[in-house]
């Protein structure tokens, strides 16, 4: 079982920046992938960028590479995302997510475990 808590979403203006941070209840090399998800009212969950922790190869969605940074410290278990240069469609709950086992991550777009969400909010 692995539990999730993120921290650092909030309301910002077009341009600016935010800092997601997810602590995971274990070891980050014990998963397959960490990332994070997001969802915008309406619309379906997309993902937003990945990790491997066992050697930090990383992966973006489209519309955000190149402005945002998804990092680990795996001294203290967390994974971040830094997001530059907010757009209002970046509007949505963002969600941190851990894969294990097989099948599951970034490739096969399936996680088995989920935070409970934080709001981002970007207003133009």
């Known amino acids: 079982q692995v539990h999730l808590v993120e921290s650092g979403g909030g309301s910002v203006q077009a341009g600016e920046s935010l800092t997601l941070s997810c602590k995971a209840s274990?070891?980050?090399?014990?998963?397959?992938?960490m990332g994070w998800r997001r969802q915008a009212p309406g619309k379906e969950r997309e993902g937003v960028a990945a990790?491997?922790?066992?050697?930090?190869?990383?992966s973006y969605a489209g519309s955000v590479k190149g402005r945002f940074t998804i990092s680990q410290d795996n001294a203290n278990n967390t994974i971040y995302l830094q997001m530059n240069d907010l757009k209002p469609d970046d509007t949505a709950m963002y969600y941190c997510?851990?894969?294990?086992?097989?099948?599951?991550?970034?490739?096969?777009?399936?996680?088995?475990?989920w935070g409970q969400g934080t709001q981002v909010t970007v207003s133009s």
């Open positions: 274990t070891d980050l090399r014990r998963t397959n992938s």
């Open positions: 997510v851990a894969a294990t086992g097989g099948n599951l991550g970034w490739i096969y777009n399936e996680y088995n475990y």
């Open positions: 990790v491997d922790p066992s050697d930090g190869t990383t």
